[in-house]
């Protein structure tokens, strides 16, 4: 296949920041006097921005002062543990130096837009991308398109010409609902997800992208 335009999710797909996430999450349960969670759990609950997590985090009977206060100290704890065990996956550093002279690269994630670009910045791969957009630059989040649609229009590339990689159903849905061919990779958080909502492609390792790009094919 080929491909002008690679946007990527975040979490799950370069970054493996769950046990992050996971402490971060299990903090503010114990700040609102409830016991930890199992991490895996924690990991289901991933993609669908921060107030999404807190709130399932915190169960139904929360009130939503409570899921406000807990959502305010979770961005707190985490704004300071972000990168304690965060890293890229395997990799991604190597994949992202071999497109960065050929093709436009990008990041659409429900993650905060200021802790996405410290992440990627704190990491030493901020500057490969041209944009990062995150679950709170604009109105709505993924899996509505408006974002991967900005993307397009500001970086002058087609739809049939730009990749989304994602690790969840709702990149894929992302992609499909603006109309750009979607890539899953089955290494990151939510890969069972791609059971009712299957990606154009499905990937174990983001080197395989890397020789499928190269190779201008698609298996």
């Known amino acids: 296949m080929e491909a002008d335009l690679l946007v990527f999710d975040l979490d799950g797909t370069l970054i493996d920041s769950k046990l992050d996430l996971a402490l971060a999450v299990n903090a503010a349960r114990t700040d609102a006097g409830l016991g930890p969670l199992a991490h895996e759990t924690i990991y289901s609950y991933v993609g669908n921005g921060a107030p999404v997590l807190i709130r399932k ?28 065990n965060t ?3 395997p990799g991604v550093r190597e994949a992202l130096d071999e497109w960065s002279s050929s093709k436009k690269l990008a990041v659409l994630t429900n993650k905060p837009e200021r802790f996405s670009r410290m992440i990627l910045d704190g990491l030493g791969v901020g500057a490969r991308f041209a944009r990062v957009y995150g679950g709170n630059t604009f109105e709505t989040k993924k899996p509505d398109p408006f974002g991967l649609r900005v993307l397009l229009d500001e970086l002058g590339v087609c739809a049939p010409r730009t990749l989304m990689v994602g690790d969840s159903a709702v990149d894929v849905l992302t992609a499909r609902n603006a109309g750009v061919p979607s890539c899953g990779v089955t290494y990151g958080l939510q890969p069972e997800t791609f059971h009712e909502h299957p990606p154009d492609i499905l990937i174990d390792r983001l080197q395989e992208l890397v020789e499928l790009l190269r190779n201008g094919k698609q298996s």
Do not use: I, N, V
Request: with cysteine; hydrophobic share 35%; glycine share 6%.
């Open 57 to 84: 985090a915190l169960g139904p009977e929360a009130s939503e002062e409570q899921a406000e206060k807990g959502l305010q100290f979770f961005l707190d704890y985490y704004r300071e543990h972000m990168l304690d």
């Open 87 to 89: 890293c890229l996956y």
